[in-house]
């Protein structure tokens, strides 16, 4: 079984309050860990939350979630799953033209206008990402040159537009690369607003904030993170007034606060090694070992 200490996940988000602007909002993605004990906790910790799927949904409502701070975001969504998204209030990030259409109808049959965000693909990467999912040809949200379009079929479908939402990578132990993303996200959206269908109230830019896995890895500098984004909230005061700036992290947050707790049942040794066995295995770790590729590195 997985243990998670509620202390180290408290510690870590006090962290990232003193190092960021009290103005940033701070949301947990809940892919990197959905265990509803520890979003039940989260939620009482971060600013919003996160999710990417009907049962991701379902675990933030019922671990108090306010619908009005919950964000659904994935390529994938179906008619189902943004049913429930707009019966609940919460804020859909639209990937695709498909996803406008089915949002107007659906806010048409329950009554409500669904609120709605657009995730952007950027014409920028996140360097140093472990994985880029901005820029280039992406399954993730609308490219860039395509937005103007989208806008106007928002406006058309009548839906409550809120803002952008943009990621160009994650596991990024690089400072400046995280401040550039930032900076070129921020500059993206502004440029967006001009023809956005009401003004911009919600701009995610994304996080990508790594933790360190091998030898010789250094930790996040937070401090230039946190003076950049200082200086993109001044000018979203000037620029676009009334606009929260949210960072979305899932891997930073808690990805370091649990340990995996197994019992060994045999000890064996093969050719002069020793082997401990026990009765826990990829069927419960797989992904925690980065696949063997991420995590183990051979």
């Not at 930073?252 to 026990?278: M, P, W």
């Amino acid at each position: 079984f997985y243990a998670y200490d509620r202390a180290l996940l408290r510690a870590r988000v006090a962290q990232l309050r003193s190092a960021l602007p009290p103005r940033i909002k701070l949301h947990y993605a809940m892919k990197a860990n959905p265990m509803p004990a520890l979003v039940c906790f989260m939620a009482g910790q971060v600013d919003g939350i996160d999710v990417a799927s009907a049962g991701e949904l379902k675990i933030a409502l019922d671990g108090g979630a306010d619908p009005a701070e919950i964000s659904f975001a994935g390529p994938g969504k179906t008619e189902a799953e943004l049913r429930q998204a707009v019966a609940s209030r919460v804020l859909v990030n639209i990937e695709s033209p498909r996803e406008v259409r089915l949002l107007e109808t659906l806010s048409k049959d329950i009554g409500l206008a669904a609120r709605v965000a657009v995730r952007v693909n950027p014409d920028f990467e996140l360097k140093g990402s472990g994985m880029k999912m901005g820029g280039g040809a992406k399954q993730f949200g609308v490219d860039v040159e395509q937005m103007p379009a989208l806008l106007g079929d928002i406006a058309a479908a009548s839906l409550a537009f809120e803002g952008f939402h943009l990621f160009a990578g994650s596991q990024n132990l690089r400072a400046e690369s995280i401040c550039e993303a930032q900076r070129q996200s921020y500059e993206l959206a502004l440029r967006l607003a001009d023809s956005a269908p009401a003004p911009v109230r919600f701009l995610n830019l994304g996080g990508g904030f790594g933790i360190p896995y091998f030898p010789g890895e250094q930790r996040l500098d937070l401090e230039p993170i946190g003076a950049n984004l200082a200086g993109l909230v001044e000018r979203a005061g000037r620029e676009l007034p009334g606009a929260s700036l949210v960072i979305e992290l899932g891997r930073y947050l808690v990805g370091e606060a649990g340990i995996y707790v197994t019992r060994i049942i045999d000890r064996k040794i093969s050719r002069g090694q020793v082997f401990l066995v026990t009765d826990g295995g990829l069927n419960h770790h797989l992904s925690a070992s980065g696949n063997f590729g991420q995590v183990i590195r051979k």
